[in-house]
């Protein structure tokens, strides 16, 4: 892992989709793995075990944590869609998520899919100013123009993983996902 | 890893707290590795990101994925007690996670924290035969034999990792943690 993360560019930034999640201790020591052992500049996190299990990816310096709110995969819809109050247990999240981060000085960010768009821009309605992870463009199906349109006017990091590696099995594969990362880039307007 | 792995005898159970919880195809991936590469017994889940991210784990025959519900970390309480209805979230996803295995050829458990004394015997109540994996008795606080009322009249698996690890860091830290190991047995009542 070592080996890869050391062979792209600098200025590239990599974030460890590692979904981490777990008691303050274990979130300690796998924050060290991430940022310091591995030198990831961002990580994901899930907000299932609360503070204690974010906390420890958010203080450190020139680093980003975004935690899972909005997912873009079909079991998204399983937990992150309850009603809590007035609200979507996956906004709850959010909110949530944003006020441990208040006295960090990591920055951190949030995971908001593009398959439901209306939830990505109502989240971008009520955080403008928070950085959105955005998977699902691509084989998830979602579209890079309507995440713009939904989100642009905030930071933002568009994913696309799966459309891009496997876009070729054959021996085309290298510029066949030149070619999709280069549609999906135009798709979001850069 | 696998080094520590084959040095436990054959009739002990192994438990990969892992607390997986990626989509679906990523998900499938670290199922093939905590069961067929690693050869774990069992896994930990995370419930957030829904069924897809929770299914690969349960159709392995002879294992067991325990799906947390009620953590026992402080942050335990900061999503599972939302109310989602009549019911908390980690009742809500407790009963969710065990419709999921309906249907599966693995075993699917619960983690229920030890911390919450009320919520496991609440669970207890409503599924007297899920396999619970209980931690928090230790080094988190909660008592052997408040377990064993609580929950103890079904399958139960209670983890002490922390206090019997570091029972001492002296040159008698095997017999440190041996009689940390036999004292939580008995209060175990077995």
Same mark, same amino acid.
């Given at each position: 892992?070592r080996?890869?993360?050391?062979?792209?560019?600098?200025?590239?930034?990599?974030?460890?989709?590692?979904?981490?999640?777990? &008691?303050?201790?274990?979130?300690?020591?796998?924050?060290?793995?991430?940022f310091?052992? #591995?030198g990831?500049?961002?990580? !994901?996190?899930?907000?299932?075990?609360?503070?204690?299990?974010?906390?420890?990816?958010l203080?450190?310096?020139?680093?980003?944590?975004?935690?899972? $709110?909005? !997912?873009?995969?079909?079991?998204?819809?399983?937990? /992150? #869609? %309850?009603?809590v109050?007035? /609200?979507?247990?996956?906004? =709850?999240?959010?909110? #949530?998520?944003?006020?441990?981060?208040?006295?960090?000085?990591?920055? !951190?960010?949030?995971?908001?899919?593009?398959?439901? &768009?209306?939830?990505?821009?109502? %989240?971008?309605?009520?955080?403008?100013?928070? +950085?959105?992870?955005? +998977?699902?463009?691509? $084989? /998830?199906?979602g579209?890079?123009?309507?995440v713009?349109?939904? @989100?642009?006017?905030?930071? %933002? #990091?568009?994913?696309?993983?799966?459309?891009?590696l =496997?876009a070729?099995?054959? +021996?085309?594969?290298?510029? @066949?996902?030149?070619?999709?990362?280069? !549609?999906?880039r /135009?798709? %979001?307007?850069?």
């Amino acid at each position: 892992m070592r080996d890869v993360l050391e062979s792209i560019p600098e200025d590239v930034l990599t974030i460890a989709d590692a979904k981490r999640g777990d &008691i303050g201790n274990s979130a300690s020591f796998y924050a060290r793995s991430v940022f310091h052992d #591995l030198g990831y500049d961002s990580v !994901t996190v899930s907000p299932y075990m609360g503070r204690d299990s974010v906390e420890p990816f958010l203080g450190n310096v020139g680093t980003c944590a975004f935690v899972l $709110a909005r !997912t873009s995969n079909p079991g998204g819809n399983d937990l /992150q #869609l %309850l009603p809590v109050g007035e /609200q979507a247990l996956f906004e =709850y999240t959010a909110e #949530l998520a944003v006020s441990w981060a208040e006295d960090q000085t990591g920055e !951190t960010g949030l995971v908001v899919g593009a398959s439901d &768009i209306d939830s990505l821009a109502r %989240l971008r309605e009520r955080m403008p100013s928070v +950085p959105f992870l955005v +998977p699902g463009v691509g $084989a /998830q199906g979602g579209s890079g123009v309507d995440v713009m349109r939904a @989100a642009g006017s905030g930071p %933002l #990091l568009v994913n696309s993983s799966r459309a891009i590696l =496997y876009a070729s099995d054959g +021996p085309d594969y290298a510029s @066949a996902a030149a070619s999709v990362a280069k !549609t999906t880039r /135009q798709s %979001l307007g850069s």
